[in-house]
């Protein structure tokens, strides 16, 4: 039994004053406990979250002085080019923070700046989950709460870039409203409602501004408590390594470790965007003009991550319409929402369908090099690829008058890129994977190869390889090797269609495989007398001797 | 020795008539030029017409009556000449969906010469008076007519924007007073006609004011990137930002090992 010493410093006895009314004293320790790896790529999801509390911050800041109101006034501030306009409050709040307001525009710019890099980061944060497949078992749920962050990320974004009311997001506004109305039967309704009556009404700011800094960051707030309770609930994943198993964490505590690298990671963060948002304009509202229903301007985007919904509907073919009694199902706009909406479900159920393929049921806390699963590999990046077409679609004006192209012909080309780029970029990874894999095996088996060409006594020539050490080759063969999964009879005595389809994709995933290099594989090679063995190709040697010959 | 007054001189009476005709005789001159066909003195109509024939004819046909390769220059008036040679598209240099702006051509004297033999063809809209190229009206105005007659195909900052079929409208920004107004009563290429019934003289003033308020007030945020919106933001984001914040991460990640 260690003695209990009454603590003597300030600190102390505040600390003790709490711990004994609060026993908060073993959770920090606990917690404070808690083993973090250490990589860059873990930090992406910092990166989103730190974002998202300068977003905080500075929208904070812009709640002061914005007045979400579609009621008319004339301008009087002291941006010259719109003196006297006729414009909404919500627009000239919004003028008035960017130029009559101290530190506003700073502020604003700050805000939008933040809010493409968490979205970004966020987006890259899912793409090192996905290629490492850091969402296996027991993280399934976790990618879910996730994706619905990305996409509550979406919904702020959007809601947010809608409030000035200038012309650039009354456009966007307007698009979302066609969409809307173009949806079969509920359409004219679901618009209505919305925006109180026919667009744009004088309602629809106000609404927006209450998702936007209210609704929206609730759940956020709400979704990334439960992501970050999940990620100490499973302890974090760890890179293939010597000594990193599924059952441990090799890293640092995030006492006094991570409390501070990721107090000032967060500065440092914040100091990137803000002097981002000091040098570089972003959305200039005041270009843009108040917004009013008969203009639009050459070159109308959405912000980034709306780009790939924006793309699908210029990519989608205009002339698909289909007409049921009598009613037009517009299908241009009816095709990108069913489109996107079956990515977005294949990427939020992606883990479930995943283990249904592997049957794999246990945990990983060990992460893959994306080689080691070269489907999913190749899956992420067509993936990747459909949604960047989709983007630059988004973009399709500015390629041609950028690059001096016909419009007509980079939408053509998109098209097509759209349907076959995730082709290609499948196939493509696929095989580079597997490539890569047969390195490792041939590094593994038989060490670097060093260039040292040397002649035996007996006039041999042979390379010198030299072997990798114990740390590297535990990287290239530790991972788990899959085999395609045979359809089984279930109790019945039948192959059901749901047992052939698994069995079918599973092969699709495992067919083409390198195993990793066995203890036995190894021991042959490095065996004294096993050079024979090492020597594994036997099909092409006689043949190069009979050609000798 | 003479010492009357310098205005009870004897050539006084026909200076101040000579002043008098001047400027009543200029004045209407101005007044009226806008929009009648602009006769040049018969030497430099001449000087066109030669001109003409050296460099355009090919395709214009040797009385601008319009051929194979060019359109009919009857009645398209001496901005339009002035405009398209102004800026270096005439003479084009392939065909194509549209031609593009290249280093002028002509001296100031030749593009006047050729102005003043086209508009001697047929009346057609003269080059603007200077008057409405001053660049001090009513910026506010001019923007709203902005957005709403041009920034469809111009972009709202006039920074450019495309079209169908590899024609595109042209960024705005270092374009001359003259030929914006130029290009708006003469409709070059793709460009519609804004003529005086559409547009006023005024209006027109209003636009290039607006144009220049924008071309001379750099952005009050920071840097630009092109003016063109969302797209640059988010390759900007991209490439620079999360380019950036991940060099920081890979840092952060290695000062530990």
New interface residues.
């Given amino acids: 039994m260690s003695v209990i010493t009454e603590p003597k410093t300030v600190i102390g006895k505040a600390a003790n004053y709490v711990d004994e009314r609060l026993t908060i004293g073993s959770v920090l320790k606990n917690f404070g406990r808690k083993v973090f790896p ?7 999801g910092e ?1 989103a979250m730190y974002s998202f509390v300068i977003l905080i911050i500075s929208g904070t800041f812009l709640t002061f002085y914005f007045q979400p109101s579609m009621a008319e006034v004339h301008y009087e501030g002291s941006y ?6 006729e414009m909404s409050i919500a627009y000239a709040s919004s003028l008035d923070i ?2 009559d307001i101290r530190g506003g ?1 700073l502020m604003r ?1 700050v805000h ?2 933040a809010a ?2 968490f979205v ?2 966020a987006g ?1 944060h899912m793409l090192r989950v996905f290629f490492t497949g850091a969402f296996r078992k027991p993280r399934e749920l976790n990618w879910v709460v996730g994706f619905l962050l990305f996409l509550m990320g979406m919904a702020a974004g959007f809601t947010g870039y809608s409030l000035p009311d200038d ?2 997001s009354g456009n966007g506004l307007r698009i979302i409203d066609g969409m809307i109305k173009g949806i079969p039967l509920i359409g004219p309704a679901v618009s209505s409602g919305f925006f109180g009556g026919e667009f744009p009404g004088t309602e629809v700011v106000a609404r927006l501004y209450s998702l936007h800094i209210m609704i929206i960051p609730a759940l956020i707030i709400a979704l990334l408590g439960i992501h970050l309770l999940m990620v100490v609930v499973h302890k974090h994943t760890h890179y293939p390594g010597p000594g990193r198993r599924d059952d441990n964490v090799v890293g ?1 505590p995030l006492m006094p ?1 991570y409390v501070a ?1 990721a107090g000032g ?1 967060f500065f ?2 914040f100091g ?2 803000a002097a ?1 948002a ?7 509202i ?4 108040p917004y ?1 229903p ?12 709306i ?1 790939w919904l924006d793309g699908a509907l210029r990519l989608a073919p205009s002339n698909l319409d289909l007409v049921i009694a009598g009613f037009v199902i517009p299908m241009g706009v009816m095709l990108p929402i069913i489109v996107s909406l079956v990515f977005l479900v294949l990427v939020g159920a992606y883990p479930f369908i995943e283990a249904w393929v592997t049957g794999d049921r246990r945990e990983h806390h060990v992460l893959d090099r994306p080689r080691n699963a070269p489907t999913r590999t190749a899956i992420g990046a067509a993936g990747v690829t459909f949604y960047a077409v989709l983007w630059a679609g ?5 390629i ?2 950028n690059f ?6 980079v939408l053509t080309a998109m098209q097509i890129l759209l349907i076959l780029g995730p082709v290609v970029a499948y196939w493509v990874t696929k095989r580079a994977c597997l490539s890569l894999q047969r390195k490792d095996r041939e590094i593994a088996l038989h060490g670097r190869e060093t260039g040292r060409v040397i002649r035996l006594p007996h006039g041999e020539y042979i390379e010198v390889h030299e072997p990798v050490d114990k740390y590297e080759l535990w990287k290239l063969v530790d991972f788990k090797d899959y085999e395609p999964i045979m359809p089984r009879p279930n109790k019945k005595g039948k192959i059901t269609v749901g047992t052939k389809l698994r069995s079918a994709i599973s092969k699709i995933y495992f067919e083409d495989r390198i195993a990793p290099v066995s203890k036995a594989e190894y021991e042959l090679a490095h065996a004294d007398h096993g050079h024979a063995a090492v020597e594994e190709k036997p099909k092409r040697k006689p043949k190069q001797l009979k050609k000798n010959l | 020795m003479n010492d009357k007054p310098m205005r009870r001189k004897p050539w006084a009476l026909g200076i101040v008539i000579f002043l008098g005709l001047v400027l009543s005789g200029s004045g209407y001159a101005a007044a009226t030029s806008t929009y009648q066909a602009e006769f040049g003195s018969p030497e430099q109509i001449a000087e066109g017409k030669k001109l003409f024939l050296a460099n355009c004819a090919s395709c214009h046909g040797t009385n601008g009556e319009g051929a194979i390769g060019g359109p009919s220059l009857i009645g398209v008036g001496a901005a339009s000449v002035d405009f398209q040679v102004g800026t270096g598209r005439m003479p084009g240099q392939a065909s194509g969906p549209q031609l593009y702006k290249k280093p002028v051509q002509f001296t100031e004297e030749q593009i006047s010469a050729m102005a003043a033999w086209v508009a001697s063809l047929a009346p057609g809209p003269a080059i603007p008076a200077e008057e409405y190229l001053r660049a001090d009206g009513d910026a506010t105005h001019g923007g709203e007519l902005f957005r709403i007659n041009c920034a469809m195909c111009h972009n709202a900052v006039g920074a450019g924007g495309a079209l169908t079929e590899g024609k595109f409208a042209p960024g705005l920004e270092g374009v001359t007073e003259k030929h914006i107004y130029e290009a708006m009563v003469t409709g070059p290429q793709n460009m519609p006609v804004f003529n005086d019934a559409n547009l006023t003289p005024e209006d027109k003033k209003d636009i290039i004011t607006f144009l220049k308020y924008v071309e001379e007030n750099d952005s009050v945020g920071g840097l630009e990137l092109g003016s063109i919106g969302p797209v640059a933001e988010g390759l900007f984001t991209w490439i620079f930002g999360l380019g950036f914040i991940i060099a920081i991460t890979v840092w952060l990640g290695a000062k530990a090992n």
């Fill in positions: 250490d990589h860059w790529s873990f930090m992406l990166v010259a080019p719109l003196k006297g306009m960017s130029f525009l710019q939008h700046w493409l890099l970004a980061a890259l012309l650039l640092y470790v690298k990671f440092l963060v990137v965007i981002i000091a040098t570089f304009t972003i959305n200039p005041w270009n843009y003009g009013d008969s203009p639009v301007s050459a070159g109308t985007q959405p912000d980034w991550y780009g988004a973009s399709t004006d500015l041609a008058v001096q192209m016909s419009l007509n012909h």
